[in-house]
C-alpha cells in the first residue's frame, strides 16, 4: 500500500494517538525505556498497534520513538539497535498487514549537535540511517522524524533516511505559542521548519507535541499551509499537560478531538491523528467525525 495513493483516493489520512503512555501501563518496569518491549512483550506492543487499528487509525508508527543509538545506551541497548528497531517494525506490521500503512517512528536523541553539542553530523546522520535501515528491513511503509525541535538533528535524520531510502518521509516538529508566535524549544519557526526539511528531502512535514491545545494546532497548520504544498501531519495532544498530584495529565476529552479533526482538515491538514495523553477512545471519535463530514 502507497502512501501517496491512499492519500489521492481518501482525501485525508487517520494517524494513530500515544502509544507512550499506553506503554507504561504495561509490564515495562519503571525508568526502563519502551522500545525493549518489543523483544520481551511483544505481545504488549501489538495490543497497543491493534488498538488503534480497531479504532479506525490508517497509519500506525512502530514501538522505536528512542531506538537510536545514542537513547539506547542510557540503558545498555546500544548494541541492539537493528534487532529493536527491526522487530518494532515487524510488530506494527504483523497487526497493519496490507491494510494499514506503518511509518517508522524516529525521535530526538537526547544529544546535541556541535557546537551545542559534542555529536558531529556525520556521527548524528550515521545514528540516524543505522536505526532507519533497521526499521526499513523490517517492513514499514514510510519514516516519521518526529517530536523535533532542532533544525540540525532533525536534518541530519531526514538526509539520512533520504540516503537508504526512497519511500515517503515525514518529518514533524513540536512547537509551542509564545507572543512571539509558534516556535520550538531551539526557537525554531515554521518558515525555518518548512524551509529546510524541505530541502534536506522530507516530502510530508507538519507538528505533533508541544503545549498547543488543539485549536492552537489548527492555527499552525493553517500556518504550515501557507508555506507549503506538501501533505502535513497534524497530531496534537489532549489538551495542555498539567500537573495534579505530582503527576502529568492531559484533559482533554475523546469527544473534543471529534471536532479538531474537522478542525484540522479545514485548515489544510492531510493526516490527523493524537500524540500524548491521547488514546484509541481519541481516535476513534477523529474517526467518526470524519465519516460523518464524507
Same mark, same amino acid.
Given at each position: 500500500?502507497?502512501?501517496?495513493? !491512499?492519500?489521492?483516493?481518501?482525501?485525508?489520512?487517520?494517524?494513530?494517538?500515544?502509544?507512550?503512555?499506553?506503554?507504561?501501563?504495561?509490564?515495562?518496569?519503571?525508568?526502563?525505556?519502551?522500545?525493549?518491549?518489543?523483544?520481551?512483550?511483544?505481545?504488549?506492543?501489538?495490543?497497543?498497534?491493534?488498538?488503534? &487499528?480497531?479504532?479506525?487509525? /490508517? =497509519?500506525?508508527?512502530?514501538?522505536?520513538?528512542?531506538?537510536?543509538?545514542?537513547? !539506547?545506551?542510557?540503558?545498555?541497548?546500544?548494541?541492539?539497535?537493528?534487532?529493536?528497531?527491526?522487530e518494532?517494525?515487524?510488530?506494527?506490521?504483523?497487526?497493519?498487514?496490507?491494510?494499514?500503512l506503518?511509518?517508522?517512528?524516529?525521535?530526538?536523541? *537526547?544529544?546535541?549537535?556541535?557546537? &551545542?553539542?559534542?555529536?558531529?553530523?556525520?556521527?548524528?546522520?550515521?545514528?540516524f540511517?543505522?536505526?532507519?535501515?533497521?526499521?526499513?528491513?523490517? *517492513?514499514?511503509?514510510?519514516?516519521?522524524?518526529?517530536?523535533?525541535?532542532?533544525?540540525?538533528?532533525?536534518e541530519?535524520?531526514?538526509?539520512?533516511?533520504?540516503?537508504?531510502?526512497? *519511500?515517503?518521509v515525514?518529518?514533524?516538529?513540536?512547537?509551542?505559542? $509564545?507572543?512571539?508566535?509558534?516556535?520550538?524549544?531551539?526557537?525554531v519557526?515554521?518558515?525555518?521548519?518548512v524551509?529546510?526539511?524541505?530541502?534536506?528531502?522530507?516530502? &510530508?512535514?507538519?507538528?505533533?507535541?508541544?503545549?498547543? /491545545?488543539?485549536?492552537? =494546532?489548527?492555527?499552525?497548520?493553517?500556518? $504550515?499551509?501557507?508555506?507549503?504544498? !506538501?501533505? &502535513?501531519?497534524?497530531?496534537?495532544?489532549?489538551?495542555?499537560?498539567?500537573?495534579?498530584?505530582?503527576?502529568?495529565?492531559? $484533559?482533554?476529552?475523546?469527544?473534543?478531538?471529534?471536532?479538531?479533526?474537522?478542525?484540522?482538515?479545514?485548515?489544510?491538514?492531510?493526516?490527523?491523528?493524537?500524540?500524548?495523553?491521547?488514546?484509541?477512545?481519541?481516535?476513534?471519535? =477523529?474517526?467518526?467525525? !470524519?465519516?460523518?463530514e464524507?
Amino acid at each position: 500500500m502507497d502512501f501517496r495513493s !491512499l492519500l489521492s483516493r481518501r482525501g485525508h489520512l487517520l494517524f494513530d494517538g500515544a502509544w507512550g503512555t499506553m506503554l507504561q501501563s504495561t509490564s515495562l518496569e519503571a525508568g526502563d525505556t519502551p522500545e525493549r518491549l518489543n523483544l520481551t512483550a511483544p505481545q504488549e506492543v501489538a495490543k497497543i498497534a491493534q488498538s488503534y &487499528i480497531d479504532a479506525g487509525s /490508517d =497509519m500506525i508508527i512502530t514501538n522505536s520513538f528512542g531506538a537510536s543509538r545514542l537513547k !539506547l545506551s542510557n540503558y545498555g541497548l546500544d548494541k541492539e539497535v537493528r534487532i529493536i528497531n527491526a522487530e518494532a517494525a515487524r510488530i506494527s506490521k504483523s497487526v497493519a498487514k496490507d491494510t494499514h500503512l506503518v511509518f517508522g517512528s524516529v525521535g530526538p536523541t *537526547g544529544r546535541f549537535v556541535e557546537p &551545542i553539542g559534542d555529536v558531529t553530523v556525520d556521527e548524528m546522520t550515521q545514528v540516524f540511517q543505522e536505526q532507519i535501515e533497521a526499521l526499513i528491513s523490517g *517492513g514499514v511503509d514510510g519514516i516519521l522524524v518526529e517530536t523535533m525541535t532542532d533544525l540540525t538533528e532533525a536534518e541530519c535524520a531526514v538526509k539520512a533516511a533520504r540516503r537508504v531510502y526512497d *519511500g515517503p518521509v515525514a518529518c514533524t516538529f513540536s512547537f509551542d505559542c $509564545l507572543p512571539i508566535g509558534f516556535r520550538t524549544m531551539m526557537g525554531v519557526g515554521p518558515e525555518q521548519f518548512v524551509d529546510r526539511m524541505t530541502n534536506a528531502g522530507a516530502d &510530508i512535514i507538519g507538528a505533533n507535541c508541544g503545549s498547543l /491545545d488543539p485549536e492552537q =494546532m489548527v492555527e499552525l497548520v493553517a500556518s $504550515l499551509r501557507r508555506l507549503t504544498d !506538501l501533505p &502535513i501531519v497534524a497530531r496534537p495532544n489532549a489538551g495542555v499537560p498539567k500537573l495534579v498530584d505530582g503527576a502529568t495529565v492531559f $484533559l482533554e476529552p475523546p469527544e473534543a478531538f471529534g471536532k479538531a479533526a474537522l478542525e484540522l482538515v479545514e485548515a489544510g491538514a492531510s493526516v490527523v491523528g493524537g500524540c500524548c495523553g491521547t488514546t484509541p477512545d481519541h481516535i476513534r471519535a =477523529m474517526k467518526e467525525a !470524519l465519516m460523518r463530514e464524507s
